[in-house]
């Protein structure tokens, strides 16, 4: 079993950068895959980025390419999204997901644990 906390959002004005952190609990996480997913109210659940268990592989939306970075620190069980250039159309809670079976994929139905999220708001 594996727990996932994410922390870090919050209030930020368009062009301005957030860390969301994501700390896993269970031995097993290190070899896991692991993504972030983001939702707006009243919109399904987006692909944002996606992690393999060793770190050596990055998949990152088209929308977010070139200003957000997935990365882990395996040995702290943590996983990060580095956000730079927020704009307004990022707003949403924003979720991280573990994948045991290590896909890497984009797609929720390929996630098995979720935290219960962190909200960003950028203001323009």
């Known amino acids: 079993q594996v727990q996932l906390v994410e922390s870090g959002g919050g209030l930020v004005q368009a062009g301005g950068s957030l860390r969301l952190s994501c700390a896993a609990s269970g031995r097993t996480f290190s070899s896991y895959a692991m993504g972030w997913f983001r939702q707006a109210p009243g919109k399904e659940r987006e692909f944002v980025a996606a992690i393999s268990w060793s770190g050596g592989f990055t998949n990152h939306a088209d929308s977010v390419k070139g200003r957000f970075t997935i990365s882990r620190d395996r040995a702290k069980n943590t996983v990060y999204l580095q956000m730079s250039s927020l704009k307004p159309e990022d707003t949403a809670v924003y979720l991280c997901?573990?994948?045991?079976?290590?896909?890497?994929?984009?797609?929720?139905?390929?996630?098995?644990?979720w935290g219960q999220g962190t909200q960003v708001t950028v203001s323009s």
């Open positions: 997901a573990g994948d045991p079976f290590g896909r890497s994929s984009d797609r929720v139905s390929a996630y098995v644990y």
